[in-house]
Structure formats: structure tokens, C-alpha cells
């Protein structure tokens, strides 16, 4: 498909973790990316992988590629209120896509809600 | 290191009126970009600009749409006239270069009435 897509909602219980899915588009793209958006608020910038890597680390999160499936994962471990927000993936197309060669593409976001 | 301001934050107009927004990227970085957040949908790219160049503007609306970055630091992005479809948030993101990660502004929610 031409569309990045997510889950839109996602619901987890506070201390359990929480696991975002995302499909991308374009088997070439070169770096994927995890951004988090709070209410009123721009896009955090949250991890990044680069395409020659399956997983990576980072404090409470983990970030899975499967370039064979086109998809990628974040996992929260465990989540606290303070993660409720918008969840969103893009990729970084390497190919020429109607123009978009090189541009960040991202998909509509997952609402992440953190219950205490 | 302070991060990519814009302003205003909100602006209310009625139609038919102008609107700007102004972006003032990250020190150093030589890649700036505007995006359109429309309600419950990821970012859209509109420009972005190399230095002072505009390398992509395939998804301006130049009818109406314009933007400028005259000495390759502060952006400015304007409409003129505005519609009520254009009721969104405008983001502003900067790169060290193109390619390298993008970072964000907290955006300007325009509401067209």
C-alpha cells in the first residue's frame, strides 16, 4: 500500500507494557522513526533505527524491524500515565514515490491510554 | 540548546483574511521544513527548505500558499486568503542537514471561522 498505517487506539493498564505496530511502505526506506505527540504539543522525537538493524534498546523501549514483513514495532516497558500520547512511525522512503523520495512519511498515530 | 520555536502557539481568523506563522529552526541547522497536521492524521510535508532554497514544494498549494526563509535561518509560512479547510496545526521541524533527523516545534493551531 502507499499509506503508512497504525492502530489508532491502543489501551494498557499502568506497569504493563505496551506494544505500537506499524506497517510501512517501502522496503528501500532507510531510517524508521518513533515520535510521541502530547496534547497541544509538537512531535518528540522518542528512538530511530536504521534499516540494516532488527532491533534496538533504549532505556524502557524497544524498537523491533521486520524488513521482510515491512514492520516495525515499539514496546513500552513498563508504562506509566505519563506515556499516554500519540504514537507515531515514519519512515524515510529511498525510493521516488510520486515525490517523495527522501521525505519523512508518517502514519495517522496511535492513541496510547495509560489506565492507573 | 533551546529547540525549534514557533508563533504564534493559536490564531483565530475569519476567512477570506491572511494568516502568518514564523519558525525559527534549531541553531545550525541548515534544513527546515513545514508540515500540515490536519485532526487525527499524521504530518504532511508542504516545503522544505535547503539553506534558503526551497528544494520541495510539490505539496504547497501555491494558490494561496507561500513561504519564505530569506536569510537561511527564520522561516515564515503565509496564507493568503484562508479557507475553512485550512483550520489545522502547523508544524515547523529542522534537520542539521536534509536526511538527518528532523525535530520539532510545538506548532501553531490555525482555526479558520
Known amino acids: 500500500g502507499e499509506d503508512v498505517e497504525q492502530s489508532l487506539f491502543l489501551s494498557v493498564r499502568e506497569g504493563d507494557s505496551s506494544v505500537i505496530n506499524c506497517t510501512y511502505t517501502d522496503s528501500s526506506s532507510t531510517y524508521l522513526y518513533w515520535y510521541k505527540q502530547e496534547p497541544g504539543a509538537g512531535l518528540q522525537l522518542l528512538t530511530y533505527i536504521f534499516s540494516n538493524m532488527d532491533m534496538k534498546q533504549d532505556q524502557r523501549l524497544t524498537v523491533l524491524l521486520n524488513k521482510k514483513d515491512k514492520h516495525l514495532s515499539l514496546r513500552i516497558a513498563d508504562t506509566q500515565t505519563g506515556d499516554s500520547a500519540i504514537y507515531f512511525c515514519a519512515e524515510r522512503r529511498a525510493r521516488n514515490y510520486g515525490g517523495s523520495q527522501g521525505n519523512l512519511i508518517f502514519g495517522k498515530g496511535t492513541k496510547l491510554s495509560v489506565k492507573p | 540548546e533551546a529547540g525549534v520555536v514557533q508563533s504564534p502557539r493559536y490564531k483565530i481568523i475569519e476567512k477570506k483574511q491572511p494568516v502568518a506563522f514564523w519558525c525559527n529552526p534549531i541553531?545550525?541547522?541548515?534544513?527546515l521544513y513545514w508540515y500540515l497536521q490536519n485532526l487525527g492524521q499524521g504530518p504532511e510535508l508542504l516545503i522544505r527548505y535547503e539553506n534558503e532554497e526551497a528544494v520541495d514544494d510539490s505539496q504547497l498549494p501555491k494558490d494561496r500558499f507561500s513561504a519564505e526563509r530569506l536569510k537561511g535561518v527564520d522561516s515564515t509560512l503565509k496564507i493568503q486568503p484562508a479557507e475553512l479547510g485550512d483550520s489545522a496545526v502547523y508544524l515547523c521541524?529542522?534537520?542539521?542537514?536534509?536526511?538527518?533527523?528532523?525535530?520539532f516545534g510545538p506548532g501553531t493551531r490555525l482555526t479558520v471561522l
Open positions: 521541524a529542522s534537520s542539521y542537514r536534509d536526511k538527518d533527523t528532523q525535530y
Open positions: 541553531s545550525g541547522h541548515n534544513t
